[in-house]
């Protein structure tokens, strides 16, 4: 697709992601039907399934040759990159969107070959939409965001998840030990998308976690490439879209100093082990 293409795309998503939101703003004041996944904290509610059949509906009607990777499982399951390929999440963030009615977004990245083309990360409550094409820069509502600038580690603000106070048979905790000392401090908003939106935004300088899946992701990692910024995987190695992995992404400066500090902890015996492939 040509520019005017990727554009009339941009306009439609932004139509759609602003009708779900309209959705789950009048969703909260009427009960939820709310039930549980994999664990106590990995809730699903009738809304992320209304919301997911609204956005995968609009785009097969819109773009019948795509296919598109969704949480609940409305969407497709695909071998490749090749296509048109949309990642949606349509509540990332379930539990704060229970219990807080705050922190939760809608997600949507589009990817062309592999290729990150558009993305769109709707901070419902805050009525914030950061979203981008690709090559023509990343933007938070109509605000044009900055290329991320050389930072350290001892004035950078660190958002990492409650995991690493946990018992954790994925990770030792020390091995950021000494980041976090260092740093001017840490953040956790338990909504993934909003979190990689902040790095591209510069509102938090890193973000760091062991397992996410691709709609968590999809969308805020082309933000972040958009401003100059960088995403791995937590040793260095680059990211499957197909996949469930460990998310590490900043500037470039910053994750090159973080990087380097994670391999030289693995290499002195502490454990790192990423998250089961799907």
């Not at 933007?139 to 600038?149: E, G, K």
């Not at 401090?185 to 939106?197: F, H, M, V």
């Not at 992701?217 to 040793?235: F, M, Q, S, W």
Request: net charge negative; glycine share 8%; proline share 4%.
């Amino acid at each position: 697709m040509d520019h005017k293409d990727w554009r009339e795309l941009h306009d439609s998503v932004v139509e759609w992601i602003l009708q779900a939101g309209n959705k789950l703003r009048s969703s909260l004041s009427s009960p939820l039907e709310v039930s549980v996944k994999t664990a106590y904290n990995d809730l699903v509610t009738n809304m992320d399934k209304t919301i997911e059949q609204f956005l995968i509906g609009k785009i097969r009607e819109s773009y019948p040759d795509s296919k598109v990777i969704s949480e609940e499982g409305f969407g497709d399951a695909p071998e490749n990159l090749d296509g048109m390929l949309w990642f949606v999440d349509p509540i990332d963030g379930t539990l704060n969107y229970v219990m807080q009615k705050r922190f939760f977004a809608i997600s949507i990245g589009v990817y062309e070959n592999g290729k990150g083309k558009a993305a769109f990360v709707y901070d419902v409550m805050a009525n914030e939409l950061f979203h981008c094409i690709s090559g023509f820069g990343a933007y938070r509502n109509q605000q044009r965001l900055l290329n991320l600038q050389p930072i350290k580690v001892e004035d950078s603000l660190i958002d990492l998840s409650m995991s690493w106070i946990k018992p954790n048979r994925r990770i030792d905790p020390d091995i950021l030990t000494d980041i976090i000392r260092r740093s001017s401090g840490t953040r956790a908003y338990g909504a993934a998308s909003i979190e990689l939106a902040y790095v591209a935004a510069g509102i938090i300088d890193a973000y760091f976690t062991m397992r996410l899946s691709p709609w968590d992701y999809a969308a805020g990692l082309i933000l972040i490439r958009e401003v100059g910024g960088i995403a791995t995987r937590a040793d260095g190695s680059p990211i499957n879209l197909l996949s469930r992995t460990s998310v590490l992404t900043s500037g470039r400066f910053l994750h090159h100093e973080i990087e380097n500090h994670i391999q030289a902890q693995v290499a002195a015996g502490k454990f790192l082990k990423e998250p089961p492939q799907f």
